[in-house]
């Protein structure tokens, strides 16, 4: 894994993670910061997993990215779904 496919994840999962927490109304129940976090964590564990299936991390492209996109955008979505509904079951 190069350092460039490193760079990739972390700004798509920032990225991702600004624009989820913007887009979805749950997301006033987490913070700005773990809206981020989620979201670069997601997209390294999708890197992660594409390397770990012998798929060479340089040759992601696109569809790479758009996988990233996809696994944050989820991830961050779930998180501050189940924070709202924790927070409106007190």
Do not use: K, N, Y
Not at 3 to 18: D, K, P, Y
Not at 23 to 41: K, N, Q
Not at 45 to 52: K, N, P, W, Y
């Amino acid at each position: 894994m190069t350092v460039s496919v490193l760079v990739s994840a972390i700004v798509v999962g920032l990225f991702t993670g600004a624009l989820g927490r913007l887009a979805v109304p749950a997301c006033d129940a987490i913070p700005r910061w773990l809206a981020m976090v989620l979201g670069v964590t997601a997209a390294m564990l999708v890197t992660i997993l594409a390397v770990l299936s012998g798929i060479d991390a340089r040759s992601l492209g696109l569809p790479g990215v758009l996988a990233q996109a996809g696994c944050a955008t989820l991830t961050v979505i779930l998180v501050a779904t189940a924070a709202d509904r924790r927070q409106s079951s007190r």
